[in-house]
């Protein structure tokens, strides 16, 4: 309801979806500092973020592994919307630079 709140118009369809897709990873991510991980575990968690680097999270659990991998993929899925074939290399390093 929030990405509906914010961009209700037709034509922000695709920004309500990637702004849910994002407010679901907040909530996830929120819950691994807050819930589930070790401290020893957040440590690489919050270096492969920083870095943009799977390696850091190759002695990690599953569950981590897997929601690193899927907000890869959903950023890149954003950046290819926005910016196609022609833009994508772009697009991507202004999104991986909006999470420092």
């Not at 919050?46 to 990690?60: G, N, P, S, V």
Request: charged share 30%.
């Amino acid at each position: 309801m929030c990405a509906a709140g914010v961009a209700f118009e037709a034509k922000y369809k695709s920004l309500r979806k990637w702004l849910t897709k994002m407010i679901i990873f907040v909530l996830v991510i929120d819950d691994i500092y807050d819930i589930h991980a070790t401290f020893e575990e957040l440590k690489p968690f919050t270096t492969a973020f920083h870095r943009w680097d799977a390696k850091e999270i190759e002695e990690l659990p599953e569950y981590m592994k897997i929601c690193f991998n899927a907000l890869q993929d959903i950023t890149n899925e954003i950046a290819y919307d926005i910016g196609g074939e022609k833009n994508f290399d772009m697009v991507l390093h202004c999104l991986k630079k909006t999470g420092h």
